[in-house]
């Protein structure tokens, strides 16, 4: 069974940090690529990013709401990627999902994550 | 970047009846280089995450009922539900995956009349 697990959930105050993270298993890690998405209270669903493997580049691409707060990371000694979020806005709150990106986008998803900025 | 807009933002329709999602994708998502539409749709149910229903446009995923259908090519997509049932209820997405800043439609709510 493919199983996406994430952690990280908190409540933290604007201007703050925090970094999700989603451990996977039941894939071969190693060649998928990652995505992040979010769906904020009242509105649809929002691409942050995905990361490529490492023999396609290991590079991450973002949306432009990201503007260089946001960085997507992998470790795939652990099956494990990451979303490090610096200065987190209060409409930055969300639930946050990690999903899979390998020929078809969004086959398996985490549980989602609940972040909430308030201060 | 590619601008996803769907249509209606919501629909009520009898149990077993129609209904029909537009998509529309302000320029194409179809790959000349091996014929693909770079295109998914999605349902999302509350306090779940988003269900896979089709890629590559009209390719429906493993253990998605056929009363759902993917079609369109180019800009212009539509999600089908021939005859809607209980179970249907959710919101649906459309989503490009042709070109990053990667990007959903808007959401359609779909509910029982």
């Known amino acids: 069974d493919v199983q996406l697990v994430q952690s990280g959930e908190g409540l933290v105050q604007p201007g703050e940090s925090l970094r999700l993270s989603c451990a996977v298993s039941g894939i071969t890690f ?3 690529w990652m995505s992040w998405v979010r769906l904020a209270p009242g509105k649809g669903l929002e691409w942050i990013g995905r990361i490529k493997n490492k023999i396609d580049g290991g590079t991450a691409d973002y949306a432009a709401f990201v503007k260089g707060r946001f960085a997507i990371s992998r470790d795939d000694s652990k099956n494990t990627v990451y979303l490090q979020m610096n200065s987190l806005k209060i409409e930055d709150t969300a639930v946050y999902y990690c999903t899979t990106y390998s ?15 308030s201060s | 970047d590619i601008v996803m807009t769907q249509s209606p933002d919501s629909l009520a329709v009898s149990l077993g009846e129609r209904a029909t999602i537009n998509c529309k994708s302000s320029q194409s998502v179809l790959s000349s280089s091996n014929n693909e539409n770079y295109l998914a749709w ?17 390719t429906r995923e493993s253990g998605v009922p056929d009363r759902f259908r993917g079609s369109g090519s180019g800009t212009d ?18 989503f490009q995956y042709y070109n990053p800043p990667l990007t959903f439609g808007g959401g359609t709510k779909v509910d029982i009349k």
Request: with cysteine; aromatic share 16%; hydrophobic share 35%.
């Open chain 2, 77 to 94: 997509f539509t999600l089908t539900i021939s005859s809607l049932q209980a179970e249907d209820v959710a919101v649906y997405y459309c």
């Open chain 2, 42 to 58: 999605y349902q999302q149910k509350p306090g779940q995450p988003p269900k896979l229903l089709f890629y590559w446009a009209s």
């Open chain 1, 30 to 32: 190693t060649t998928a």
């Open chain 1, 103 to 117: 020929g078809s986008p969004g086959r398996y998803w985490g549980q989602g994550t609940l972040v909430t900025v």
